[in-house]
């Protein structure tokens, strides 16, 4: 059987952030590059859809297409600047303040498909303008076998009807707790859950920072942990990670089945503690396939007990 391609749409920016440990100038940032460099621990056919400015280092272009991430579809602005996001964790790092969305580049992109990108078998709709992602799902000739988006606050507040639109066509819907009560108006996960697959995802994942993540679909729910970190260095790009381990052990098992995600939404969650250990894409660069399979072995332990129930 031949491997399943994997496309990942998304931003690939300059971030500056902001720690209780430390602060960063302009680093590579952005919720694409994290996707497909946690996806491509899985596999090695991911195709990217982005933009950037000419701004944008090239070496990092090639040190993605190292990975095995293909970037024909990446489109390079010369005349203009790449999207630029800054944000500042406080103490609780589960929550952050934007400090600055600046769109550049990303204000007027009009993504196109390379033609060799046609016919994937899967789709990661990174966060990115509504109306941007639904572009791409309609330049597809056809419907990938698992459409995964993931969007954020930002986008609830600038383009709520398009994002609606959007949230109808998806399979899978990855937002995190606050988002999840913010689109549903429900503070109850759980009612919020049957709110928002209501709107058209079959599958949600609600995403709880160092508290885990949540699966739902239909009457069912799965839970994964993360893992409790001695550090978390800095959070930006840890829901990315999740998505692009979740998306690409997906690809890589061809298995779209509720048991496979549950086993999907470990990997997420095992490339998510590693990008948290150090600042930006830092860690997610050179990974060994020892050290991901040793953190999956991590979350077994952590989760697994025997009980018998007294009758
Ligand atoms: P995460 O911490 O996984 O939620 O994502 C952090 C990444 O999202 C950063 O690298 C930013 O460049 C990127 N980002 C921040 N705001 C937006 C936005 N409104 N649209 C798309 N990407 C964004």
Do not use: C
């Not at 779209?256 to 549950?262: N, P």
């Not at 894409?281 to 990974?287: C, I, V, Y």
């Amino acid at each position: 059987m031949s491997e399943s391609t994997l496309l990942v749409v998304g931003t690939v920016a300059f971030d500056a952030i902001e720690t209780p440990f430390g602060k960063t100038d302009k680093i590579i940032g952005g919720a694409a590059t994290y996707i497909s460099l946690a996806a491509s621990y899985f596999g090695k056919k991911i195709n990217l859809i982005s933009v950037v400015g000419g701004d944008f280092p090239k070496q990092q272009i090639f040190a993605m297409n190292e990975r095995g991430i293909n970037t024909d579809g990446l489109q390079i602005k010369e005349n203009e600047k790449s999207f630029f996001w800054s944000g500042k964790y406080h103490l609780d790092m589960n929550t952050r303040d934007t400090l600055a969305t600046e769109l550049n580049v990303l204000a007027n992109f009009d993504p196109i498909v390379p033609e060799a990108y046609q016919n994937t078998d899967f789709l990661m709709l990174g966060n990115l303008v509504p109306a941007v992602q639904r572009t791409v799902l309609q330049r597809l000739k056809k419907r990938p076998k698992l459409v995964v988006m993931d969007t954020m606050n930002f986008w609830m507040e600038t383009a709520k009807a398009d994002l609606d639109e959007m949230i109808k066509l998806v399979d899978v819907l990855t937002v995190n707790d606050a988002e999840a009560r913010e689109l549903s108006g429900e503070y109850s996960l759980v009612k919020a859950a049957k709110k928002i697959m209501a709107m058209g995802p079959r599958y949600l994942i609600i995403k709880k920072g160092e508290h885990g993540a949540l699966l739902f679909h239909e009457n069912n729910v799965f839970f994964a942990p993360a893992l409790p970190l001695e550090e978390v260095f800095d959070p930006t790009g840890a829901g990315d990670s999740f998505a692009g381990g979740f998306i690409g052990y997906l690809a890589q098992s061809n298995d779209i089945s509720f048991d496979s995600m549950k086993r999907a939404i470990i990997y997420g969650s095992a490339l998510a503690s590693f990008t948290v250990e150090k600042f930006g894409t830092e860690r997610l660069m050179n990974l060994s396939h020892d050290e991901i399979e040793n953190r999956i072995q991590e979350f077994v332990d952590l989760v697994q007990f025997d009980i018998s129930l007294v009758d």
